[in-house]
């Protein structure tokens, strides 16, 4: 349509382990379906899965929403804009900087940004606390780990089996079912669907 804003779809993937996870999850996609010029798409299943990495810690709760994006200037202004807006929520749902793997408030990573392969230097407002980063900081999209983490790959294929991310040469589905071939039973379990009447996760069947 003549005059109809340019977009990009965003793939942002969800976790929480610390104090109420599911509600925090429910109040970041809430918010960010609120995003100036944003729109939501689509909601993931959420999954209980096994934290990775060596510390110890309570199971995370995570899932992967579909958020439309006004498409900026360029891809990297646009993705960038996007990882700001997610910071800036992880700070005000009161996530704590500690160690790589180690529990999280909320965490919030832009998984895919359109049909883009993009590594730019972050921001400022988008720089993280976590030292093992290094500096500079980068803004990589697709994330370079999401191709191997189940606990991305499981909720991505339900959203976007099809979906073939740019570098990959395999659909999501395809490389969910290659995670899931050397996963343990319990690493993801699913847990409840979302329904988009109330904006929220109803249980799953037990």
Request: hydrophobic content about 45%.
């Amino acid at each position: 349509m003549v005059g109809m804003e340019p977009v990009e779809d965003a793939w942002i993937g969800l976790g929480a382990n610390v104090g109420s996870p599911r509600a925090s999850l429910e109040t970041a996609i809430s918010t960010l379906s609120m995003l100036p010029r944003a729109s939501l798409a689509g909601v993931s299943p959420l999954y209980r899965t096994r934290p990775v990495g060596p510390v110890e810690q309570d199971d995370f709760l995570n899932a992967v929403i579909h958020l439309r994006v006004p498409a900026g200037v360029s891809p990297e202004v646009g993705a960038m804009d996007v990882l700001v807006a997610l910071k800036r929520l992880e700070r005000a749902l009161g996530r704590v900087d500690r160690q790589r793997w180690g529990p999280r408030e909320i965490d919030l990573d832009l998984l895919l940004y359109g049909n883009h392969r993009l590594r730019v230097e972050r921001a400022a407002a988008a720089l993280s606390a976590d030292p093992a980063r290094g500096d500079p900081q980068w803004l990589e999209v697709p994330h370079p780990s999401a191709r191997h983490r189940l606990f991305v790959l499981a909720p991505l294929a339900d959203l976007a089996p099809r979906l073939e991310p740019p570098g990959w040469d395999e659909t999501v589905v395809r490389a969910r079912d290659r995670a899931l071939m050397d996963a343990a039973p319990d690493e993801v379990r699913l847990v409840a669907t979302w329904d988009a009447t109330t904006g929220h996760w109803v249980d799953a069947p037990s």
